[in-house]
């Protein structure tokens, strides 16, 4: 059982030095689990119509690529018969009007049908930029607290929407511009080769494959700068929002202008790398524009001799010339286009790793719904030698273990850092143990279901964040199908009822960015009401009424005895005058149980850690009092 433990914690120590991926996933190429995962996405996306309007965007765009390589020749018949010698100059002039209008029609349909085809094609972009975004979105929400408590909410939300964002460019720009384009390049040779001379098939594609060559070196060399863009602005969304979230600390302690400086330092970095990245693009555009007129010139020299030798007329001449020029004006946005499928798979590449973060808290195969408890509310919460640490922390929980009975009530007091709060987030399986189990009515806490277990278990933790929405929302939020009646009787368990209607808008009223508007003592009201809303069988309260006055502590903690009749509860608390009554108080330090009994019973112990704290506590009262 040991060996079987250790291996776990070694694989996931493994999974940690690989970033959360599976060593045998990343022998593929970035690029490659990109376009795979591009086409997963599309063939997921839930698009109306999906394979016809696949099929026809892609028809579309062919035949307006074919159409753009034979609008030329029709303009070059209507030149050549117009200097053909064929009499009267009414029927030259009706001939040449009829090649011209053919032309027009031609040349009109070439750039009808890329605007048509992304109209069919739009609605599966949309979707598959949607499934990702609310893939994504809903795998992050679904990792585990140590994932979260080491991203940074601003960074990650930027990387969520570029990734997003990189799917619908992706999409747009492979299937209905670079791949048709070296579409129109392969026509284009065959009909100049074809139908004129194979050395002007050849000019054709030389000038390409320079001009793509010169493009892509120097898009690589160009791809630092976005990078460094990149990461200035993941930098820059972070501190903002850090700022913003927690404006409270930054005003207390004066430092708006320290973290208005670090967010324009920032931005300065930012700025450097775009004035390089524009001065780079200066250059490639310059030198872009050289190889294409030079290739041009080339072409024209190379049909004035044919013409002059009497193998082309004039208005093969022309087709040659226009050929190119079609040919060459996609080619203007290659480097735009390559900068940004680069860029756009690094984009996506940074958003498929947070698709890739295994969770390491999730669902067994086999796991199944918790059943509520058939007597009573209650459920029997076990500690069976449960061990765990944490990432950041030297010492965590050694060797926890103890049995809280369905419907009494279960104290953890101890210091700071003594591993109260992770007993109760392991109870609620927002951890899993490293050794040991958790179980609830005898079912291991890892064989049921999170979805079934938490709704049997609320928290009340210590610092309650609240959504920006109305007070309605936020106690609502344990149940959102619960009427008014519910939500008002919650709010008056938690002695919140008085505050509420003593406001303009009552329960509409909203609390702000994390319930800011709201006193701590208010919102700690309110993370309470939430939890008596959910009506769970066990009870969590973390510190729950820390923030309360004495008055309203004394009258909370009456409420909170009355909602903790038969559920089984486990209560964090410093102040020890706070859980005296309850039915068993475990005493931690340095993560090990170090006593444990009732109050009376530890505070007759001489010499023991309960007594010591009973006994601060109590002269610091008398202190206070006197």
């Known amino acids: 059982m040991r060996g079987e433990r250790s291996g776990r914690r070694g694989d996931v120590a493994a999974k940690a030095l690989n970033g959360g991926v599976d060593a045998s996933r990343q022998e593929a190429p970035p690029t490659l689990r990109a376009l795979a995962s591009l086409i997963g996405v599309v063939a997921r996306s839930d698009a109306p119509q999906l394979p016809w309007r696949v099929t026809g965007a892609i028809l579309l765009t062919l035949a307006g690529k074919v159409l753009g390589v034979l609008a030329p020749l029709v303009l070059g018949a209507a030149v050549n018969h117009l200097a053909a010698d064929q009499g009267p100059a009414a029927a030259v002039g009706w001939g040449f009007a009829a090649f011209a209008v053919g032309w027009a029609v031609v040349r009109f349909l070439s750039a009808a049908t890329p605007q048509l085809s992304d109209v069919v094609f739009a609605p599966v972009r949309a979707a598959a930029q949607r499934k990702t975004a609310a893939e994504t979105f809903a795998h992050a929400l679904s990792l585990s607290l140590d994932f979260h408590q080491t991203k940074r909410s601003g960074a990650l939300s930027r990387t969520m929407d570029r990734g997003s964002r990189a799917v619908d460019f992706l999409l747009r720009i492979l299937m209905f511009n670079l791949g048709p384009t070296v579409l129109e390049l392969v026509l284009a040779a065959a009909v100049l080769g074809g139908k004129y001379d194979w050395r002007f098939g050849a000019v054709a594609v030389g000038v390409v494959l320079v001009y793509a060559g010169t493009t892509f070196s120097m898009a690589n060399w160009r791809l630092e700068h976005r990078r460094a863009m990149n990461a200035a602005d993941s930098e820059a969304a972070g ?21 208005a400086q670090a967010y324009d330092q920032s931005l300065a970095t930012y700025v450097q790398a775009s004035l390089k990245a524009n001065t780079s693009l200066a250059a490639l555009n310059l030198i ?61 590449e940074e958003m498929l790793k947070v698709t890739r973060q295994a969770p390491q808290v999730a669902d067994a195969p086999d796991a199944v719904d918790l059943p509520r408890p058939e007597s009573g509310r209650g459920a029997e919460v076990v500690f069976d030698h449960v061990g765990f640490r944490h990432d950041a922390r030297a010492a965590g929980l050694d060797d926890v273990s103890f049995i809280a009975p369905a419907g009494t009530t279960t104290a953890l007091v101890g210091p700071s850092g003594a591993g109260k709060s992770t007993i109760g987030k392991l109870a609620l399986r927002l951890l899993d143990p490293q050794d040991g189990r958790v179980l609830i009515d005898g079912h291991d806490a890892r064989q049921v279901t999170q979805a079934s277990l938490r709704a049997a278990v609320a928290l009340v933790p210590q610092d309650v964040a609240l959504f920006n929405d109305s007070i309605r929302a936020n106690i609502a939020f344990a149940r959102p199908d619960a009427d008014d009646a519910a939500v008002w009787a919650a709010a008056e368990a938690a002695e919140l009822a008085d505050f509420i209607r003593d406001l303009p808008d009552g329960m509409e009223t909203r609390v702000g960015e994390r319930g800011l508007k709201l006193s701590g003592g208010e919102r700690q009201r309110v993370g309470i009401a939430r939890a008596l809303l959910a009506d769970p069988c066990i009870l969590i309260l973390d510190e729950a009424t820390s923030a309360l006055d004495s008055r309203t502590e004394a009258a909370i903690q009456k409420t909170l005895r009355r909602a903790r009749a038969g559920r089984t509860t486990l209560v964090v608390a410093h102040r020890l005058s706070t859980v005296a009554d309850a039915d068993q108080i475990l005493v931690l330090k340095a993560g090990r149980i170090v006593e444990r009994g009732a109050h009376h019973e530890l505070v007759a112990r001489q010499g023991g850690e309960y007594a010591a704290l009973w006994r601060k506590q109590t002269r610091g009262a008398k202190t206070q009092a006197g």
């Open 239 to 259: 501190l903002s929002v850090d700022a913003l979230l927690n404006y409270e600390t930054v005003k207390s302690f004066g430092a708006e202008s320290r973290a």
């Open 288 to 348: 872009q524009g050289l190889i294409m007129n030079l290739g041009l010139g080339i072409m024209a020299v190379m049909a004035g001799f044919e013409a002059a030798a009497g193998r082309m007329g004039p208005g093969d001449v022309t087709a040659a010339v226009l050929i190119m020029i079609s040919l060459y004006a996609p080619l203007n946005i290659l480097g735009f286009a390559y900068r940004e499928i680069r860029q756009s798979f690094i984009d996506m």
